[in-house]
């Protein structure tokens, strides 16, 4: 089950940076989108916890 979540979440960084790179996005723009969906990532694993916990 963990791997699958480092698997989606890769696919998640791969999918939507790669696109902004092949544009010529810039490598701080590219940085922010990463770190935007690895917080997503982590809001989304609490939010789980915590519906597992009720």
């Known amino acids: 089950?963990?791997?699958r979540k480092n698997l989606i979440?890769?696919?998640?960084?791969?999918?939507?940076?790669?696109p902004s790179v092949l544009f010529g996005q810039s490598a701080?723009?590219?940085k922010k989108l990463?770190?935007?969906l690895i917080k997503m990532q982590l809001e989304m694993e609490e939010y789980q916890g915590e519906l597992q916990d009720q």
Do not use: C
Request: charged share 20%.
């Open 9 to 18: 979440r890769l696919l998640l960084i791969f999918g939507l940076t790669l």
């Open 1 to 3: 089950m963990f791997e």
């Open 28 to 30: 701080d723009q590219v």
């Open 34 to 36: 990463q770190k935007a």
